[in-house]
């Protein structure tokens, strides 16, 4: 099984130049303002120039309104949302009809019983990605990137019947330990490749990239 990786929170063009050359699948630009990897609407047109036809951009929005999001699917062409919030199915399901693009829920996990209802999204969504749940030990939590994992056997043996991507905590060191619990086919790094929250590092982007390529 080839695995293969989204690098996530990327707002500059030197580490959206490495993701690319290192082969990420997937690039993610964040529009949720009150993260350090934020970029804005402008930044995001302006970002994504150089990447290739056969990259997904993917946006990632946490209950955003419908003026944000319609305005970053035009000015940054994004191929997919990545939705990282409390979005209902049936929101969900408006979202794809009227932007058009293939979209992603995000799941928190802590516990088993965060899975029981993921169904419900497969009937709408495109793709779903598993997250680690926002921890409850330090102030204001991120509704991702904050350098966590949650226990992968949960995972272990699951069939869903669309795709999905694998997040919270991954690391060049832990991400074969990852794939092989969970069988994900697609891995998603943010705080994983950084020297400092919102700050990408061209070398951690290639080694763990180049580590995703062996799994």
């Keep these: 099984m080839a695995v293969t990786a989204k690098i996530c929170g990327l707002n500059e063009s030197a580490t959206i130049e490495a993701a690319v050359a290192g082969g990420a699948s997937h690039i993610g630009l964040n529009f949720y303002s009150p993260s350090p990897r934020a970029v804005t609407v402008d930044e995001a047109g302006r970002l994504i120039q150089p990447i290739p036809a056969s990259v997904c951009t993917v946006g990632v929005f946490v209950d955003a309104d419908d003026a944000l999001i319609d305005s970053a699917v035009a000015a940054a062409?994004?191929?997919?949302?990545?939705?990282?919030?409390?979005?209902?199915?049936?929101?969900?399901?408006?979202?794809k009809l009227r932007t058009g693009c293939s979209v992603m829920k995000a799941?928190?996990?802590?516990?088993?019983?965060?899975?029981?209802?993921?169904?419900?999204?497969?009937?709408?969504?495109?793709?779903l990605m598993f997250d680690a749940k926002p921890p409850t030990d330090i102030e204001n939590p991120l509704p991702g990137g904050n350098a966590r994992s949650f226990d992968w056997k949960l995972?272990?043996?699951?069939?869903?019947?669309?795709?999905?991507?694998?997040?919270?905590?991954?690391?060049?060191?832990?991400?074969?330990?990852?794939?092989?619990l969970t069988g994900a086919a697609v891995v998603d790094?943010?705080?994983?490749?950084?020297?400092?929250?919102?700050?990408?590092?061209?070398?951690?982007i290639a080694k763990f990239l180049a580590v995703v390529a062996e799994l």
């Design 155 to 180: 995972l272990s043996g699951r069939q869903w019947p669309i795709p999905w991507m694998l997040a919270g905590g991954l690391n060049s060191a832990n991400v074969g330990k990852a794939v092989a």
């Design 77 to 95: 062409a994004l191929d997919m949302l990545q939705l990282h919030g409390s979005e209902t199915p049936g929101h969900v399901a408006a979202l």
């Design 189 to 204: 790094c943010s705080s994983g490749v950084e020297d400092r929250p919102g700050s990408k590092s061209l070398s951690k």
């Design 107 to 127: 799941i928190s996990v802590a516990q088993a019983a965060d899975l029981v209802g993921v169904e419900q999204y497969c009937e709408v969504a495109d793709w």
